[in-house]
T-cell receptor
């Protein structure tokens, strides 16, 4: 069973628009990691945010973390067709370093 | 840094046969993880190793599944007496150390289809 939830499940936008997706998790965490997955491929690491951080940037990506609400968000600015993929957040629980907890992901489609 | 390597990328097998997947982690990464992903779902944890020690196994990992990391480098995941429900992508990942800022890198996955 999935241990986290992403919202929305699917997102369709046009190139140049921003894409925002949210993630909730259930347990206390050490950090939270966001991944991208193209159809049929492995997961590509995007960004890691530690439990004592509130916001992090990497290129066109901005991640926030609210540990009081057990939630995180990923913002992709100025989206491109190449951003079309599924995006997953994965939380690393404090009681188990190895057990990344994934949600079902957000499927993003960016049309030219 | 050549990334996490998995082999084979695709495997089709008949129900009841045994299959084995291999994973080569990023060089010097002491932690290695196995996950399983079915269509439309996020990956689910199966097991992980620190060096050669298997530290945790999921309840998903029935007695038909076994994972090894004999020398603390590459790892194998064997599924015995495969069932159609085993059809999924098996993902391997690796990371360095244990701190709260260690990125976990995934490979391209091994697709298993049981017919």
């Amino acid at each position: 069973s999935q241990q986290g939830e992403e919202d929305p499940q699917a997102l369709s936008i046009q190139e140049g628009e921003n894409a925002t997706m949210n993630c909730s998790y259930k347990t206390s965490i050490n950090n939270l990691q966001w991944y991208r997955q193209n159809s049929g491929r492995g997961l590509v690491h995007l960004i890691l945010i530690r439990s004592n951080e509130r916001e992090k940037h990497s290129g066109r990506l901005r991640v926030t973390l609210d540990t009081s609400k057990k939630s995180s968000s990923l913002l992709i600015t100025a989206s491109r067709a190449a951003d079309t993929a599924s995006y997953f957040c994965a939380s690393v629980p404090t009681d188990s370093w190895g057990k990344l907890q994934f949600g079902a992901g957000t499927q993003v489609v960016v049309t030219p | 840094d050549t990334g996490v390597s998995q082999d084979p990328r695709h495997k089709i097998t008949k129900r009841g046969q045994n299959v084995t997947f291999r994973c080569d982690p990023i060089s010097e990464h002491n932690r290695l993880y196995w996950y399983r992903q079915t269509l439309g779902q996020g990956p689910e944890f199966l097991t992980y190793f620190q060096n050669e020690a298997q530290l945790e196994k999921s309840r998903l990992l029935s007695d038909r599944f076994s994972a090894e990391r004999p020398k603390g480098s590459f790892s194998t995941l064997e599924i015995q007496r495969t069932e159609q429900g085993d059809s999924a992508m098996y993902l391997c990942a690796s990371s360095l150390g244990q701190g709260n800022g260690n990125t976990i890198y995934f490979g391209e996955g091994s697709w298993l289809t049981v017919v």
